[in-house]
């Protein structure tokens, strides 16, 4: 029936070991037998539970220009990076930041504690601005005009009545390293910074033409330092100083060394999920999905006798697989991807039905069990491709339209689904194909009516 099942059998097995390695552990290591303390291979496999399964925060951001501003694409997307960055730096992982149509950003943040601080930090432009203020020293906190402003297009900045705009000679996209330090001696919390070869130019040669007179390093508006310059500053570093502690200091770091961001964003909306109703999603999906199982299992076992008991097995070793490689390579569960995994299920045992149908057709058309075994498959084939293959179009079709319009329900449950239809088709293939053979070896079944159901 098959050649080299003993070999197919083997492969099998390898891959369900793999697979239980992966599910049983949330991190994979490959001990160094040369080194003790170190490992040839670490990697971390813990489950990803998105934001409906675990709780968190989901906000909606959106472009704080007016309606006649033109945002272009390249902004948003920069905009989406600049948040990412930095709520990745806060130690906020798992994050999802997308954009959704030309003006707004979706962010969910699953299992997050402190949603104050994550909406500050992406609120905030953190448009650094190195402005020369000539002779006038500005106060530590102050707000001066400038005339530098971010937007969807630069555009310069409108005199304020009875007020001053000052020059900004260079922003902080010409920073290459941003990190908090401290002076040993007066005990000082400063930023340290590193320009680009562009930046140390143009600071150099302001500072060189303007000792003696004031450059002011403002944050969105507000003076942060207004140092003096004693002398030219060619080296292209330098230390921000000023009231800082220890954490607005890290804060600043933070927007400075991810950038500022290209628009202002303003919050939509916000929406924040308890982990209690989190884990009563997850608890009633696995007891929805063990009942569907068990329906199943029985329904296939009784109609088709020792085929359908064959594809159980198949199904749950299928299970293993597919968990073992959602953790693998990170995928992030959520109810819509646990409707995806259910889908995809449902293809698996279609494949198997297709075939056990047209084994039961060859047989009564009198073949022998060999001959009906060999055609089920080859003629199941071309009707599993192609239902499989209209699958697949659709969830590409679903994840590009999730990725476009930031749906990421609509994400979740596309790549679930895909990925999921891919295993099925090794499922139901290889692994049911290789079972059953085996199993019709072992029992070599006489009375098809009680073993297959004819």
């Known amino acids: 029936m098959i050649r080299n099942l003993t070999n197919?059998?083997?492969?099998?097995?390898?891959?369900?070991?793999?697979?239980?390695?992966?599910?049983?552990?949330?991190?994979?290591?490959?001990?160094?037998?040369?080194?003790?303390?170190?490992?040839?291979?670490?990697?971390?496999?813990?489950?990803?539970?998105?934001?409906?399964?675990?709780?968190?925060?989901?906000?909606?951001?959106?472009?704080?220009?007016?309606?006649?501003?033109?945002?272009?694409r390249d902004s948003m997307e920069t905009a989406r990076e600049i948040v990412e960055n930095r709520t990745n730096a806060l130690g906020v992982s798992e994050n999802v930041i997308q954009v959704a149509g030309d003006r707004r950003i979706v962010g969910e943040f699953p299992g997050a504690?402190?949603?104050?601080?994550?909406?500050?930090?992406?609120?905030?432009?953190?448009?650094?601005?190195?402005?020369?203020?000539?002779?006038?020293?500005?106060?530590?906190?102050?707000?001066?005009?400038?005339?530098?402003?971010?937007?969807?297009t630069e555009t310069p900045a409108q005199p304020v009545e009875g007020g001053t705009v000052f020059h900004t000679i260079m922003t902080g996209k010409d920073l290459t390293s941003v990190n908090v330090g401290?002076?040993?001696?007066?005990?000082?919390?400063?930023?340290?910074?590193v320009l680009t070869s562009e930046g140390a130019q143009i600071f150099g040669q302001h500072t060189a033409a303007n000792v003696g007179k004031t450059l002011a390093i403002v944050l969105d508006k507000v003076v942060i330092s207004a140092p003096v310059i004693n002398t030219a500053i060619t080296g292209g570093q330098g230390t921000i100083t000023g009231s800082f502690t220890n954490a607005s200091a890290n804060a600043l770091a933070v927007q400075l060394r991810y950038g500022s961001l290209p628009i202002p964003l303003k919050v939509v909306e916000t929406r924040i999920i308890g982990p209690t109703l989190g884990e009563d999603s997850l608890q009633k999906s696995l007891v929805a999905g063990l009942v569907g199982f068990i329906i199943v299992a029985l329904f296939m076992g009784i109609y088709y006798r020792l085929p359908g008991i064959a594809a159980d097995v198949s199904i749950?070793?299928?299970?293993?697989?597919?968990?073992?490689?959602?953790?693998?390579?990170?995928?992030?569960?959520?109810?819509?991807?646990?409707?995806?995994?259910?889908?995809?299920?449902g293809s698996a045992l279609d494949a198997n039905i297709l075939i056990f149908e047209r084994l039961k057709e060859e047989l009564r058309a009198g073949r022998t069990l060999r001959q009906a075994f060999d055609q089920?498959?080859?003629?199941?084939?071309?009707?599993?491709?192609?239902?499989?293959?209209?699958?697949?179009?659709?969830?590409?079709?679903?994840?590009?339209?999730?990725?476009?319009?930031?749906?990421?329900?609509?994400k979740g449950f596309s790549l679930t689904l895909a990925l999921g239809v891919l295993i099925s088709l090794f499922s139901s293939l290889y692994i049911t194909h290789a079972l059953l053979a085996l199993a019709f070896d072992i029992f070599k079944p006489k009375n098809y009516e009680r073993w297959i159901g004819i």
């Open 8 to 72: 197919r059998l083997l492969l099998i097995a390898l891959v369900l070991v793999a697979a239980l390695w992966i599910d049983l552990n949330d991190k994979i290591s490959v001990p160094n037998p040369f080194d003790q303390s170190a490992n040839l291979f670490e990697r971390s496999v813990k489950p990803r539970l998105g934001l409906d399964l675990q709780g968190g925060l989901q906000v909606l951001l959106e472009a704080d220009l007016p309606e006649s501003a033109q945002v272009t």
């Open 182 to 193: 401290q002076d040993t001696q007066t005990g000082e919390i400063g930023i340290n910074f």
């Open 376 to 410: 089920a498959w080859s003629r199941a084939w071309p009707s599993i491709r192609d239902s499989n293959i209209a699958a697949l179009i659709t969830a590409v079709i679903l994840f590009w339209f999730g990725s476009a319009f930031g749906a990421t329900i609509v």
């Open 113 to 152: 504690e402190d949603a104050d601080a994550i909406l500050d930090i992406i609120q905030q432009t953190g448009l650094l601005e190195f402005v020369d203020t000539a002779d006038f020293t500005p106060q530590e906190g102050a707000t001066i005009q400038t005339d530098y402003l971010p937007g969807a």
């Open 316 to 345: 749950l070793l299928y299970a293993l697989i597919l968990f073992a490689v959602f953790k693998w390579i990170g995928v992030t569960l959520t109810l819509p991807g646990i409707a995806g995994i259910m889908l995809s299920t």
